[in-house]
């Protein structure tokens, strides 16, 4: 098996287990709780993460992440010290809404987000304006 399949076939078993962890705690109730738990967890270990992805710019947060997990396909918009991040399809979100569980927006992937992003600088401002959850696109913006 060549090298980029098995990486794509990681990347969807990733999903799945995302996915399958979302149904459960949707399922017994606590996905909420869990969310804020895992929230606080991101912020204290957004600078490792910063390493262990060779991020420096918080632009490049989206980038690395959508070249390594493939889920949502980022696109910047970058103006001087402001920039906006949009991605019209993911994987999770659609994954999710397929198997009705709860939302894995903040939990997988804009809670880590702007986590790495506040460890860069933490003035740095992170709105989300939209989701794929409820909307038509997820669109970001972030400036300092």
């Not at 979100?93 to 009705?100: D, I």
Request: hydrophobic share 40%; net charge positive; charged share 30%.
């Amino acid at each position: 098996m060549e090298l980029e399949h098995k990486f794509k076939m990681l990347q969807m078993a990733y999903v799945g287990v995302l996915v399958d962890s979302l149904r459960w705690y949707t399922k017994e109730g606590i996905l909420e709780k869990v969310t804020e738990e895992k929230r606080k967890e991101q912020f204290i270990s957004g600078k490792q993460r910063l390493s262990q992805f060779g991020i420096s710019e918080p632009e490049q947060v989206f980038i690395k992440l959508s070249d390594l997990f493939n889920c949502a396909c980022w696109k910047i918009d970058k103006k001087n010290s402001y920039f906006s991040a949009e991605a019209k399809g993911c994987l999770l979100c659609a994954a999710s809404k397929k198997f009705m569980t709860g939302s894995p927006c903040n939990i997988y992937c804009l809670d880590p987000i702007e986590a790495m992003i506040k460890a860069i600088d933490p003035s740095i401002q992170f709105k989300v304006e939209e989701t794929l959850w409820d909307g038509g696109k997820c669109k970001i913006e972030v400036w300092r």
